[in-house]
């Protein structure tokens, strides 16, 4: 059975990995400075960053329409493919999800399955890169979607931002986390747990919150083999730190992933911060098409993203 595996745009998967696994990516969309348009291809990274630099500056962002959905779907399925495994960003934090949701219910919800990943960037981006894996062995839709369903439920996701003021603009931390973090200049060590961002832990300073991050990784490994991903909006260097002392303190990391946060996510957490997702699944040997390893990391300089244009991501 031929499956196809659908993803959006704040997995921020680097583009050559989209294009060895064949995976679809359905861009959300982004507003600032009066225009809409689909992150990475109309709204670039940089543009977020620079907005919102400016005081006072704002960006929005929508989920894609159902519509677009709809047109990927039969796309897919018009060009041979039996099945569709679909998966998105945690449904606590965008509507994304609902709008897959609702466009297989109009194409047949026997021909795709949708899968919330209860989680964000490569959170996302590892549970479909398991599910494109498992596509490409041949392996029928409901082992596909179980082993999206498998990553998804033990990748782990943590990150820092220079402030926590955009996530609580976008409604994605309460207004008393926020109010705390600035009141005390704490710099929070954030992490994605059952679909929502949530305080995990607080330092003083971003040197000390990047090498919690560090710690936290290592700690989720223990002494296993993991995959990794490091994203970043407008910190390349900081993000490059961060990638060193990964690949030097997990002996066993296989796969590292570092890319630049799209608009649509970028729009939420705002310049400066930086993540690390760690995917502990184990891989057996030969599984899929194989990847770029941690001595060659990918480098994306931004990503797509997208939302019903004027409804909040």
């Known amino acids: 059975m031929s499956v196809a595996v659908v993803t959006d745009s704040t997995a921020y998967l680097p583009p050559e990995v989209v294009d060895t696994l064949g995976i679809e990516v359905v861009p959300l969309y982004v507003v600032l400075a009066g225009r809409s348009g689909r992150e990475g291809s109309d709204v670039t990274s940089a543009e977020v960053a620079r907005s919102l630099a400016v005081r006072g500056g704002h960006v929005s962002t929508s989920r894609p ?151 936290r990784a290592v700690d989720v490994a223990g002494d296993g083999a993991v995959a990794a991903a490091v994203h970043h909006l407008a910190a390349p260097e900081r993000a490059q730190r961060l990638a060193d002392q990964l690949t030097a303190r997990l002996p066993r990391l296989t796969e590292l992933h570092v890319s630049e946060l799209g608009a649509a996510v970028g729009a939420h957490v705002g310049p400066g911060a930086v993540g690390v997702v760690i995917d502990p699944t184990p891989r057996p040997a030969g599984a899929g098409p194989q990847l770029p390893g941690p001595a060659a990391p990918e480098q994306r300089a931004d990503a797509e993203s997208g939302d019903e244009p004027g409804q909040q991501a």
Request: proline letters at 2%.
């Open 65 to 215: 329409t159902p519509g677009d959905f709809v047109a990927v779907y039969r796309r897919l399925l018009d060009g041979g493919a039996e099945r569709i495994v679909s998966v998105h960003l945690s449904g606590e934090l965008s509507g994304t999800w609902d709008a897959a949701r609702l466009a297989a219910g109009q194409v047949g919800e026997h021909l795709v399955t949708v899968l919330d990943s209860r989680s964000a960037a490569m959170g996302t981006g590892f549970a479909v890169l398991a599910a494109a894996r498992a596509a490409a062995d041949g392996a029928p839709a409901a082992e596909v979607a179980g082993a999206a369903r498998d990553t998804a439920a033990v990748t782990r996701t943590f990150f820092v931002v220079d402030t926590l003021e955009h996530l609580r603009r976008g409604g994605r931390i309460g207004a008393a986390a926020a109010l705390l973090g600035s009141a005390l200049a704490m710099k929070p060590v954030l992490h994605v747990t059952d679909g929502r961002v949530v305080a995990l832990e607080k330092v003083r300073t971003s040197a000390r919150a990047v090498n919690r991050l560090v710690q």
